[in-house]
């Protein structure tokens, strides 16, 4: 339909990278994101009065019909489409727009599903581009892939440390208080609002022998809490040091090479 | 009405960098600034003698004509007043007295607005001039600039997150928590109390799907409230390297400009 | 009875290191580990119907059958059979069976102990073994090494902090709420609620000499709390930057050792 | 009465640096210490039967009375008497035993002082003295003279935050709540306990402002709490790094030296 050249034209609007004409769309798309997420919101509020319900659905509307419209030119600027589609930012933009188009297929077929409807606020997702080209993200990145199998680790001696917890505290506690820990699942529900520093104090430890023992397992757990800020920390501040000794490998290059030249 | 030189002089005092009287000045100041602070946090306590309340406001007009009478000079002996008036100092001295004369306006139209006043307790604010010109402040202030857009995007992710969490623990809860979890809304207190670990125990999920919910957004979440406590450490960290190669390459920079002299 | 090399080879099998046979082997344990975990944690669930009941101790006798068979030929298989069985992952492999057998002769005996039962969970420290050849264990240890002192010192503050949290707040709180605060030990109760910031909200002062007591105990309790955090990352970072200092230390040396040949 | 060389070996036992008596001496009192805390934390138990309270009286005295005698030998053998009184460790060691000898001569007066005896569990601080000589300590009190100027601006701008976070929800939430938040002292309490996330529920924002405030407060707060362990954490890593840098620079000067010899 259109040439080649209005397409990537189009292309590099969408993407935002440029100033100008695309500078704006972006933050248009933005607006509009931060504007439904507030609608949406609202929306879920009980008694709102009939006719705030009535403007939140059209705007809802003309905001999706508008992402739709954005999600069609972008499979259509494509050069790969199928790629588009199933990358990263092709599911984020295709899960702010199907709830819409779900719910209303489920209502047209009677079925009235608003948790379905509350699924339209992960749009918040798209959010992250604004992210998408800073060089903060990458250094996270890195940081994450050298901390990766560390964290792996981390996440299975807590899911130890959360069972050996449940376990011990309904040997404890069970007898005392059968309902807030009736079985292990439920210790582990206590397990984890402990270990995590929540204490919403819906359960909690009555007995001696109960309490004993979450004062060993809070000694031991707030340590393997302590551990994952500590290699993100750690992983960062390596990041940090690559980047600067890179820099300065780059200047002593230089300046070698300029002394070769002169010589 | 005075002379430049004297004008130059108590420019010096109010500034309170120098010895002498300067000094007394800055002190007096500081000891009326907390004076002030615990007769205003006293004043609000229901039920305190009227004797008592009747020597607080006396004692809170003295306070407020003498920081008034110091904003004065300081605009007076400033080199170019508008820019102090609107310089971030100019503005505490400013709140620090403000919220005085507009309840007393209002007081004089009839007008009881207790909550104005509490905003006198903002005075503790100039406070912070008493670490203005610390080395550890610009420490601080360079770490800050250096995890600037680190924190931002942290910011940022972390508003999703919580979107995400209400989102999701709305689906899970509200069916059976309609008052609790009544909208996104209210699901957002929760996903804020719960991801911060504050934890107060008004809200908190029941079902077994909510728990299972919150154990995942708790294991993502901590990551992402334990990486600002990265991003600070990692920065300050490196500021105190910057300081400490600053301080080398100036020891091996007289080194070798003593040896050049020898030879 | 089995030929030595037929002996080396099942050990090869169970230990699995090696791919082929032991790596299915490896994972089928592993896979009846997450199966025995989850049947366990279920059966601790009231109310669940008789057959179902049934169905999970069929399974658990048949599962802790083949843990038996497995442990009976890690001992048989093992150079020095009294070092494997007093081992760590000797103790952990003991672990996983001996409630069975425990609880099963405690039942011919007519003693019915759930508690004993429920330390079959702790079958799930065998997880361990799932990081036992991974290069970031080996990191951890060498970090936990590091900061082993100040980690034990850590504690002996938290512990004499904790004592002397308890002491003043049983001194303020104990004549305002008898119940709460009844002696020491309640108190330090309360101590380990707050200083890990889990906050229950089960027991709190009441009083403003409490509350003032629970100010200072928190500013200088909390970074107490934060010296391991402190700690774990400050020892990862030296094992991570030791390892990289080896690395271009090897590298130097090759270098020099090349330059050498060359000269 | 005793020859100076007696007294001198008398300080070694005491002092308990030296292998032998002297390491047996600090055991028995270090074990004295444990059972005393251990006597008087059970003491403060309400319907203990009389005659565990009279054991416990008398082996409270025994205690006592051992401690006087090794406080006493100490003066004695102190060479500057009034100095060692006056040291860290010798207010320690009165404190262990003075409220003792107050809540006696209280009692002999007619006064019960509960709360003074209390007190008596102050002498767990001389546990201290088992980190006395260590490494480690010296590390952390080199850290924390590093970071001592920052922990002090930390803690000013913690109290500056908790006065701004009181005022502010004090405004939003009185109307609302005029028992929970009376007052701004009131207020304080709940900023104090939100802002360290313990949370423990006793007072909490209802209204949609005084939410959306504790929001701001918690997004701020919580980097405000993070710093300090980010300052400790990064003074610990300053300590090691000169630490291993002053080996280092001793083995290149030690080389030099060799280097230098040979030529």
């Known amino acids: 339909m259109i040439s080649a050249e209005a397409k ?17 769309v972006d933050w248009i798309l933005i607006g509009l994101i931060v504007y439904s997420i507030i609608t949406l919101t609202i929306d879920t509020i009980p008694g709102i009065p009939p006719e705030a319900t009535r403007f939140l659905r059209i705007s809802e509307i003309v905001v999706t019909l508008i992402f739709t419209l954005e999600y069609g030119l972008r499979v259509y600027v494509a050069p790969q489409r199928l790629r588009y589609i199933f990358s990263f930012w092709g599911l984020i933009d295709l899960i ?7 719910t209303l297929g489920l209502g047209l077929a009677g079925i009235d599903m608003r948790g379905v409807r509350a699924f339209r606020l992960l749009r918040i997702l798209r959010l992250l581009k604004l992210a998408r080209y800073s060089r903060t993200l990458a250094r996270f990145h890195r940081a994450f892939q050298l901390a990766r199998e560390e964290l ?22 069970n007898p005392a208080q059968p309902e807030a820990f009736a079985s292990i699942p439920h210790s582990l529900w206590w397990a984890m609002v402990t270990l995590t520093t929540v204490g919403y ?28 800020t500590g290699l993100i920390s750690s992983a960062l501040s390596q990041v940090r040091r690559e980047e600067s000794d890179a820099r300065l490998a780059q200047l002593v290059a230089e300046e070698n090479a300029e002394g070769k030249g002169d010589g």
């Open 8 to 24: 990537a034209r189009l292309k590099t609007y969408l993407d935002g990278r440029e100033s100008g004409p695309g500078r704006i």
């Open 152 to 173: 792996a680790i981390y996440l299975l001696l807590t899911l130890i440390l959360l069972f050996v917890a449940a376990t011990g505290i309904y040997y404890f506690e």
């Open 96 to 102: 702010a727009i199907a709830p819409f188009y779900i």
């Open 201 to 228: 104090g819906d359960v909690y430890p009555i007995t001696a022998g109960g309490r004993i023992f979450t004062f060993f397992v809070l000694m031991v757990g707030l340590g393997i809490v302590a551990v994952p």
